[in-house]
């Protein structure tokens, strides 16, 4: 049992605007050596025409709003069920963009340890002209 009314709306809203230092920041911490994400004279001549942040880019503008209350009276731990995530179009230095989360889903599984309840947040990211970037699905897993 939980409070179904909070599936598919909007929680939390939050705007970034992404600068090169940031996307070259990004990529140097995660060893990243592809020129395309650090090297504005060798992203001149790609298809893209400049520098474009790694797809994990998105990743790190997560909200750290906390998840509406479910009223969801099952489990008492929690734990972090894992990411999906869809890569759209290419995040460029100048964007903005904007993410929305929601709780896309809750669910009821049941795996080698018992039941678990899925509850499933969705970020949704776009830029400026307000084109999808990304999407992620993060799971939270919940059980007795």
């Known amino acids: 049992e939980y409070d ?6 909007e929680f939390d809203r939050y705007r970034y ?3 090169q230092e940031q996307i070259v920041e990004f990529a140097t911490s995660l060893g990243e050596t592809n020129p395309l994400y650090t090297d504005e004279f060798y ?5 893209y025409g400049g520098i474009i942040a790694p797809p994990t880019f998105c990743v790190s503008f997560r909200s750290e709003a906390p998840m509406p209350e479910l009223k969801l009276s099952y489990g008492k731990r929690g734990f972090d069920g894992g990411k999906e995530c869809r890569f759209v179009k290419p ?3 100048g964007d903005t ?3 929305v989360d929601r709780i896309a889903e809750v669910y009821e599984k049941t795996g080698r340890s018992g039941n678990m309840i899925f509850i499933v947040r969705e970020s949704e990211f776009t ?3 307000g084109d999808t970037v990304a999407v992620i699905r993060q799971s939270l897993i919940r059980r007795d």
């Open 4 to 9: 179904e009314s909070v599936i598919g709306r």
């Open 17 to 19: 605007e992404v600068t």
């Open 43 to 47: 992203a001149k001549d790609t298809p």
């Open 91 to 93: 995040i460029r230095p």
């Open 97 to 99: 963009i904007t993410g």
């Open 127 to 129: 830029n400026q002209d």
